[in-house]
Every structure is written in C-alpha cells, then in structure tokens.
C-alpha cells in the first residue's frame, strides 16, 4: 500500500462547478496536510495546510481532514480554468522532518 | 517571503560527466531536500539535509550524492551522467518543526542528459 493514495485523474469539471480532490494516507502519526498546486513545467506551490479535524477555508479552496478515516480532501469552489493543474497531498509527520508526496490529481476545468 | 533559488532552470549535459545542481534558500531553514520528478512517477526523494554537513538518503540516492557546507546551500551531484538521470530535478527547504508551512521549492531545472 503506497503512503498516500491520490487518483491520478484527470478530473475534468466544468467552469464554475466544484472540484472534489480526495486524498488518504497511512501513517497515523501524520500531524499535518499540504496541498499544493502543481502546473504543467512548473514547480510545486503551497495553496493550503491544515492539522485539525474538519473544515479550513481560505477563499475559494476548502480542506476538509477526518484522521479517524485518514483521508484529507481540497474542494476547489467556482473552479476556473486557471485552477487546471496537478494537485498533490502531502502528509508531515513532524519524526520525519519530511513531507510525504501523493502523485497528484491532474484536475482539469472546462471553459 | 522565503526563496529558494536553483542555478539553472534548464542544463544540457553529455553522458559521462560530472554534473553540479545549485540550491540556495534564504530564510535561515535548517532542512533542505532534493526531488527528482519524472512523468507518471511522481516527486520522488533523492537525499535531504537537516543541518550543515548532515545528509540522509532519500529513496533514490542512487547515482547522486549531495553537498552541505554552508546552511543555505544545497548541492546535489551526479557522478556520472546518465541518460536515466534526465529529469526535472526540484530543491526544496523547511524549518525544523515547520509542520505548519511544509517546504518552499525552487523553480526547479530541467536537466537532459544526451
């Protein structure tokens, strides 16, 4: 089982809808959950964290984390096509000093 | 803002030689860490630094070898180049602790090995 599952995609939404990127891992010693947003050729960019249970917003992006369940998700609200990119989950465990990185979602919004 | 600053944003490079990929960050961080990142792969680890002179294998150290001799200088080394080593290669940086701001990376270089 790999340390952080992602599905590969692509997801495609149309302009204005929601996206729904899920993400589950399995090291319950994860305190922490990054997303970031990768676009084709370019590096990786923090959009959101979050280490408590249940809801963190921040604009149009959602994170929702249940550790119980060990799955952490990004709702991307009134998506755009310029939110079209790959987005990674990475679990920290604060051991580790390391960031653990999912493959990514490559999300695609349709105009 | 913390910056991270790679060398070379793209290198060309012939098999057989001995190349050098830069990384300097600029916010006093104490880890450093170097990804390879190839399609359908993902971002794998190569090596890491959690303080001057200190290096940890990552997952893929194979064929690399890494330098730490100043805190915000992180050099990654290919012995030998090879063909299976053209990738786009990611430095990235963190504080100690830092669970709640993960890494900052580079711009990245693409490194193409002929």
């Known amino acids: 089982q790999k340390e952080v599952e992602q599905n590969s995609g692509p997801l495609s939404v149309p302009e204005g809808a929601i996206a729904s990127l899920n993400c589950t891992y399995s090291?319950?010693?994860?305190?922490?959950f990054f997303w970031y947003r990768q676009y084709s050729g370019k590096s990786p960019e923090l959009i959101m964290f979050?280490?408590?249970?249940g809801d963190k917003e921040d604009g149009r992006f959602t994170a929702q984390l249940n550790k119980a369940s060990q799955y952490v998700s990004l709702l991307i609200r009134d998506s755009q096509p310029s939110d079209s990119a790959t987005y990674l989950c990475?679990?920290?465990?604060?051991?580790?000093?390391?960031?653990?990185f999912g493959s990514g979602t490559r999300l695609l919004v349709r105009p | 803002d913390v910056k991270v600053t790679q060398s070379s944003r793209y290198l060309v490079k012939r098999t057989g030689e001995k190349v050098f990929l830069e990384c300097v960050q600029d916010?006093?961080?104490?880890?450093m860490f170097w990804y390879r990142q190839d399609p359908g792969l993902g971002l794998r680890l190569i090596y890491f630094?959690?303080?001057?002179?200190?290096?940890e294998k990552g997952d893929i150290p194979e064929g690399y070898s890494v330098s730490r001799e100043k805190k915000e200088r992180f050099s990654l080394i290919l012995e030998s180049a090879s063909t299976n080593q053209t990738s786009m290669y990611l430095c990235?940086?963190?504080?100690?602790?830092?669970?709640?701001?993960?890494?900052?990376f580079g711009s990245g270089t693409r490194l193409t090995v002929v």
């Open positions: 979050i280490y408590s249970n």
């Open positions: 990235a940086s963190s504080s100690h602790g830092q669970g709640n701001y993960g890494y900052t």
């Open positions: 090291d319950r010693g994860s305190q922490s």
């Open positions: 630094s959690y303080d001057v002179k200190m290096k």
């Open positions: 990475a679990p920290w465990t604060d051991s580790s000093y390391k960031l653990i």
């Open positions: 916010m006093d961080h104490e880890n």
